[in-house]
């Protein structure tokens, strides 16, 4: 099981858009010099809706071939089409991906039961660890914590990113879940939090900029020290709220260029950060000791 701080990467970019694979593999270098427990690869933050398959492929196996088996990468391969999830999964399945992390089929707006459904076709056309998302804020489809529970009894369905921030939710998939099925919050804000309560990790915006401070306060929620993963996480909870100042990864790639981490390249329909983002996510970084 992988566990810990997860970082739900982004994808780097030129100013005309192209995918910029050198910044690429510097920052998955510097994940695994900052002791990044795993990577999500072309995940919401990685700008997934916005790349074609063929790209989106690419970027899952240049990612694998840079990491080169020093830290596990999960691909995202989720789709709102069941189809279009059995083709990306097969390929991440190709390229040696560790697991995979499927949002719920987003715009929509299946049912409970089609949402079984969808996870099972792929979880049954693909043999490869499958990791649920639950981002009901992004999809406009909510998955019940009972939904979650049934699938848990799939056998390669190993884990769900709840992004709700709702710690109850943890609770419940956690009492009632498979044997081994793992949970990772899908909040940065709540996260320190459900990994007190039993969550098993955190897939992290915030890990974008400050890894090493996520990997540090994980590890200590994950051992029970509350006083110190609270701690740490205190120092971070300016860039938990004002990396979403304006729609993920808009923030998060304006810090890392201003980093010096990756240039300034978005795909339409986002834009870069306007200006009056820029000082208060500017003093968020300060106070992580990341700028």
């Known amino acids: 099981m992988i566990r810990g701080n997860v970082v739900a990467l982004v994808t780097p970019m030129r100013e005309n858009g192209d995918v910029d694979f050198e910044a690429l593999r510097r920052l998955v270098d510097w994940h695994v010099e900052q002791g990044t427990d795993a990577i ?14 063929k790209e989106h492929c690419e970027v899952i196996a240049r990612t694998l071939e840079y990491a080169d088996g020093r830290l596990p990468v999960i691909a995202g391969t989720g789709a709102n089409a069941t189809s279009e999830a059995i083709r ?6 190709e390229a040696g991906a560790d697991a995979c992390l499927l949002v719920t089929p987003y715009y929509n707006k299946p049912t409970q039961e089609g949402l079984y459904r969808h996870h099972c076709a792929v979880a049954e056309a ?45 609770r419940v998939i956690r009492e009632d879940a498979g044997a081994g099925f793992a949970i990772y919050s899908g909040d940065d804000a709540t996260g320190c939090e459900a990994m007190l309560k ?7 915006v915030t890990s974008n900029l400050a890894p ?3 990997t540090a306060m994980c590890r200590a929620a994950l051992s ?8 740490i996480d205190r120092r971070l909870a300016a ?3 004002n990396l979403f100042l304006e729609s993920n990864p808009i ?10 981490r990756i240039g300034k390249g978005i795909r339409l329909p986002l834009t870069w950060l306007s200006e009056p983002c820029h000082e208060p996510l500017r003093e968020a970084m300060r106070r992580a000791g990341v700028l």
Not at 144 to 168: F, H, M, Q, W, Y
Not at 224 to 231: L, N, T, V
């Open 251 to 260: 923030p998060a790639k304006w810090a890392l260029a201003e980093m010096g």
């Open 40 to 53: 999500v690869s072309v995940g919401t933050t990685g700008e997934s809706a916005t790349l074609d398959e």
């Open 224 to 231: 029970g020290d509350r006083e110190k993963a609270e701690e």
């Open 126 to 170: 693909v043999d490869i660890p499958q990791i649920l998302y639950n981002v009901p804020g992004r999809t406009a489809c909510d998955m019940l914590p009972e939904t979650a529970i049934r699938l848990s009894r799939v056998d390669n369905i190993v884990g769900i990113k709840e992004a709700t921030g709702d710690l109850e939710r943890i």
């Open 239 to 241: 860039l938990h709220r």
């Open 198 to 204: 039993g969550a098993d990790g955190v897939i992290s």
């Open 212 to 214: 090493a401070q996520m």
């Open 88 to 93: 990306l999964t097969r390929c991440a399945a």
